[in-house]
């Protein structure tokens, strides 16, 4: 976040965490499809990068159970999924999913294009793809994890407290050693719900920034963050028209104080309150970082969160296809 001061202290976390509920099931709804990945064999290659832990704590108290540290452990595996010989000189992508827990067409976009699709590409291209980085966030439908850090501002080493980011930049920065080359394109793939209005405010104004949550920008479609240092722009603009014949593309003239040109959104990752973004750690290793912004309410359910869900596979298609 901002370079501010938290304003927030262990109680004032605490306080935030003794208000979630179980809401989902990371072992029923994501666990059991990478099982079922572990089962399909070469090429796919499903991998352990580690467990959550409670970093020192005894136990967790949620929505009426407790959680012994042991318990909390065996509850969230991390799992992801690699597709090749990093070392064999081919392009090389990587997808995350869930960063931020709640927003979860980026977790079933990502297994959708593990069960479908990349097998057809496997091939041409490696993949590192990382379907759901914060599973407790999954489960309570939260942007925080559980001691209230936020995964997608933790992208850097001065927060070894977010295990969500660290040991996923573990894996890649070891993949990228021995690729012995750059990433050919990263995506992170997120979306931008009503929900955000509830879920913003409180994020900035921890940090006294006051914001309300009619300042909360909902653009009604699609867009896409582009790192400003990437190599080959024209791949932006394929995702775009893929994803267009799926789900309509944002038509706000502004998105965030940056211009939206076509869908489009070119950021140069300053923000001081972007500090520690997935998008900025993959630049440093990926010749072109993207990460999408979907409206899933952009229809009346069931078609929104499908159609949601369809525009992330589109996305990682979009770079494939273009390549």
């Given at each position: 976040m901002d370079p501010r001061k938290d304003t927030w202290n262990e109680s004032d976390k605490l306080e935030w965490l003794s208000k979630q509920r179980f809401q989902r099931s990371y072992a029923e709804q994501v666990l059991s499809r990478i099982d079922k990945l572990k089962q399909v064999g070469q090429p796919l290659q499903v991998k352990s990068y580690g467990k959550l832990t409670l970093q020192g704590r005894q136990q967790l108290v949620i929505d009426g159970a407790t959680l012994t540290a042991l318990e909390y452990?065996?509850?969230?595996?991390?799992?992801?999924?690699?597709?090749?010989?990093?070392?064999?000189g081919k392009p090389s992508l990587i997808?995350?999913?869930?960063?931020?827990?709640y927003e979860e067409s980026g977790v079933y976009g990502a297994l959708e294009f593990l069960e479908k699709d990349v097998q057809e590409y496997a091939d041409r291209f490696n993949f590192l793809v990382f379907p759901c980085l914060s599973p407790f966030a999954y489960e309570v439908n939260q942007r925080w994890v559980h001691n209230a850090w936020d995964p997608n501002r933790s992208f850097d080493r001065s927060k070894p407290y977010v295990p969500e980011s660290q040991l996923v930049m573990d894996v890649v920065d070891e993949a990228r050693k021995l690729a012995g080359q750059d990433f050919i394109a990263a995506i992170d793939l997120h979306e931008t719900p009503d929900r955000d209005k509830v879920m913003m405010p409180p994020q900035y104004q921890r940090y006294g920034i006051n914001i309300t949550s009619d300042d909360v920008l909902i653009p009604k479609g699609y867009y896409l963050i582009s790192d400003i240092a990437n190599e080959d722009p024209g791949m932006a603009t394929a995702i775009i028209e893929s994803v267009r014949k799926v789900t309509p593309i944002a038509p706000d003239p502004e998105i965030h104080g940056e211009k939206n040109i076509e869908g489009v959104v070119v950021s140069e990752g300053t923000d001081p309150t972007h500090r520690g973004l997935n998008q900025n750690y993959m630049k440093t290793l990926a010749k072109n970082a993207f990460t999408t912004e979907i409206y899933p309410e952009i229809h009346p359910e069931p078609r929104g969160s499908q159609e949601a869900i369809q525009a992330q596979r589109a996305t990682i298609l979009g770079v494939l296809r273009y390549l």
């Open positions: 452990e065996d509850r969230y595996p991390l799992y992801y999924v690699q597709v090749g010989d990093l070392a064999n997808v995350t999913g869930g960063t931020h827990g």
